[in-house]
């Protein structure tokens, strides 16, 4: 599933992404690399970004972006 | 010697750097790049060392020109030791550039910082274990409390001084025979990347690197096809990601062992993004919050300026009084020069100061990134992101720290855009030509119109610029980091080098063009002036004598209302303008070419270029908002 659509407060598993290169290397860097355990924290209202924490880490990705982030549930 | 400071965005880096680094730092930009770094001398055990704070990034990996200046800085030889600072409480992440930091084979010592926030989160570190394991002096550290510091510098220094190595990280062996192959088809190779390093950045399919070296390494190409596919063959993955993932795992393996993880303690800051970032609660603390620092800056900056310019004023009676005849040409240039310096220091700086004070506190704080993420999908709208809301509340007290603003954007279209924007937001000394021409003679809610026109037109423009300057950004990845108490240290140093950069570049400019205008006005060529405004106050219906205000106006807004009395020779506007012209006029004034100090800020912000388009663009825009507001207004008078 996207992790767009993904229900909150659930752990996650990222299974993949493709969002071009500069975007895969963005997210890799923050630690949202396949196999890390993420979970959705909320969303900013009126169709604004997501917030996940990812490592003890909070990181808000635009909701174009995390369509493109398929997740499975743990 | 000269020690580096690089580490993750949010691990405290700047909080140590402002810890040791004095009033005197210099920032500074790569040569031919908009990416700064700040140096300070520091004294250090009985002798000077120079300390530069590096532009903090998440990896080296040279996806953007900060990580590329970075990589080229810290191998060029003008670095002795590199001191990575980690976030304590995120050690697994931060070791990832660590990892990439020895790939670089450069001394370094490691900070590991907020081991307060650690202790916070449950997290114990075994210090000794992670030096073993990485080989490296680790020193444990509170960089907001000045504890650790000085035990860091010594290490670094003694590092520095052996030019200590470390040990190369290893990975597998399938990883490690190709980087030999690879490497050893590199050794001739000039560059200021070891052969392993070059090895690593061609895998990873860096294609600067690539072009940089290809010419001398002819053969490299079908090498490293071959070496890359059957790196491919061996994980089934993209070459691009496959070293990269072995740094993960070796530092997931280092993590393993340093890391106990205990009982996380669940603290007051952990439910403020509960209220902050509320759907409903989040948007009434955001607006309370910019209006009380939008308060703050206005009303310190009233207090101020309103004493300083009655001591300006007195003195330029009293230079004109020195004069048997106040139009002899030293009295007016003594006049210009006195408006030069107090355009700076009592309409400028007092705006400016508790400005960058307070946008200070607001990042270091952690709000800033809140703001980018409650108000990223509103942005959006207007082809920016979130974060680009701060430089335009900021505008309505004066546009020169809205253009400072802009820095908080990493996009170089995305800063345009909202530096052009911004300059139309009409300013304290705009409002003051609004009031004292349109709600003094026609009532507030007429002044209350042009605002709501102003914002109608910047969404307009915004709309127009997203046409000819598509945003091509995929979109927002942030981090949101920790809440914490910023140390007063680091917001005034970080204040004071902005204040002093203005004071240096910005303000001299300012005093020449006042000096030059008033020699221009000595020479008696306001007719002249006129004549090259006419073409505009004609089409906007207004008398000629406007051009001299106008242009006086760049150099202070708030000149075009005062000197427009002068130069229609009635301070009482309903006798010499109609309602329509004193509406057409406003409308202008508050949207036409920002002011001198606005105009040489966009310059050391964004470059000649940019300043000009700007000055063009909101020339462009004054004539059309200015010819609207004329037929509107022509409808109602």
């Known amino acids: 599933m996207k992790l767009l659509d993904a229900p909150k407060n659930i752990p996650l598993n990222i299974i993949n992404y493709t969002g071009g290169r500069g975007v895969d290397s963005k997210l890799r860097q923050l630690g949202l690399c396949p196999g890390r355990v993420v979970k959705i924290l909320r969303y900013a209202p009126l169709g604004g970004p997501v917030m996940i924490e990812v490592g003890g880490r909070s990181v808000a990705i635009g909701r174009g972006i995390a369509a493109k982030i398929k997740v499975e549930k743990i | 010697m000269r020690i580096g400071l690089i580490g993750q965005p949010n691990c405290g880096k700047s909080t140590l750097f402002n810890q040791v680094a004095g009033y005197k730092a210099e920032t500074g930009n790569f040569s031919g790049t908009t990416v700064t770094y700040t140096e300070s001398a520091v004294r250090l055990m009985g002798g000077v060392v120079n300390v530069v704070d590096l532009p903090g990034t998440y990896s080296l990996a040279g996806t953007n020109p900060a990580e590329r200046e970075v990589i080229k800085y810290l191998t060029s030889n003008e670095i002795d030791v590199v001191v990575n600072v980690l976030d304590a409480s995120n050690l697994q992440h931060g070791l990832l550039m660590t990892i990439e930091l020895l790939e670089l084979n450069i001394p370094m010592v490691i900070a590991l910082n907020m081991m307060d926030e650690a202790d916070r989160a449950g997290i114990h570190i075994d210090v000794q274990e992670l030096e073993t394991l990485i080989g490296l002096p680790v020193i444990p550290m509170i960089a907001s409390k000045g504890r650790g510091i000085q035990p860091l510098f010594i290490a670094a220094f003694q590092v520095g001084q052996k030019r200590q190595l470390p040990n190369q990280p290893k990975y597998s062996h399938q990883i490690e025979d190709a980087l030999d ?9 000039e560059s200021n990347l070891n052969p392993r390093a070059l090895a690593i ?61 205990g009982k996380r303690k669940i603290t007051l800051r952990d439910k403020l993004d509960d209220v902050l970032l509320h759907p409903f609660w989040g948007y009434i603390a955001l607006v309370a919050i910019m209006f009380i620092f939008f ?87 207007l082809g920016l992101h979130g974060k680009s809301i701060v430089p335009f509340i900021l505008g309505f007290g004066c546009n020169v720290p809205a253009i400072m603003a802009t820095r908080i954007l990493e996009d170089k279209r995305e800063r345009y855009i909202s530096a052009a924007l911004s300059t139309l937001v009409p300013c304290a000394a705009r409002l003051a030509v609004v ?28 709309r127009l610029l997203n046409k000819f300057l598509p945003d091509d950004s995929p979109g927002l990845i942030l981090e ?38 008033a020699i221009l006005n000595f020479l008696n060529v306001s007719s002249y002036l006129n004549t090259l405004v006419r073409p505009i106050s004609w089409a906007l219906g207004l008398p000629g004598q406007v051009g001299v205000p106008l242009i006086f106006g760049v150099l202070r807004k708030e000149l075009s209302l005062v000197m427009l009395g002068q130069a229609l020779g009635s301070m009482n506007f309903p006798l010499v303008l109609s309602s329509v012209q004193m509406i057409t006029y406003a409308v202008f004034v508050v949207f036409y070419v920002p002011c001198l100090a606005t105009m040489l800020v966009i310059r050391k912000e964004m470059g000649m270029k940019a300043m000009w388009s700007i000055v063009g663009l909101t020339t462009l825009i004054a004539t059309l908002a200015g010819l609207l507001a004329r037929i509107l207004a022509s409808i109602f008078y």
Do not use: C
Not at chain 2, 181 to 189: E, F, I, N, P, Q
């Open chain 2, 201 to 261: 950045k061609l895998i990873e399919g860096d294609s600067i690197v690539f072009d940089e070296i290809s010419d001398e390494a002819p053969g490299i190409k079908a090498n490293l096809e071959t070496i890359k596919q059957s790196l491919v063959h061996q994980f089934g993955e993209s070459a691009d990601w496959i070293v990269s993932d072995a740094r993960t795992q070796l530092a997931n393996q280092i993590s393993a062992v340093v890391i106990k993880q």
């Open chain 2, 295 to 381: 308060q703050a800056v206005y009303s310190v900056g009233e207090m101020i300026e309103a004493p300083l310019m009655e001591i300006f004023e007195n003195l330029e009676v009293w230079i004109e009084a020195q004069f048997s005849n106040p139009e002899a040409f030293f009295s007016q240039v003594l006049i210009g020069l006195s408006q030069g310096i107090s355009g700076g220091i009592a309409i400028v700086l007092p705006y400016l100061v508790p400005f960058l004070i307070g946008l200070g506190l607001l990042e270091d704080v952690g709000y800033l990134s809140r703001v980018a993420f409650m108000m990223d999908a509103l942005m959006h709208k």
């Open chain 2, 181 to 189: 192959v690879l490497a050893g088809s590199l050794s001739d190779v």
């Open chain 2, 435 to 462: 009031f004292g021409l349109v709600a003094f003679y026609l009532g507030p809610g007429l002044a209350l119109a042009i605002y709501l026109f102003d914002l109608f037109v910047i969404a307009l423009t915004a």
């Open chain 2, 480 to 517: 949101m980091p920790v809440y914490r108490v910023p140390t007063v240290q680091a917001v005034f140093n970080k204040a004071w080098w902005r204040i002093r950069e203005f004071i240096v570049e910005a303000w001299p400019l300012l005093i020449i063009g006042s000096v030059t205008l």
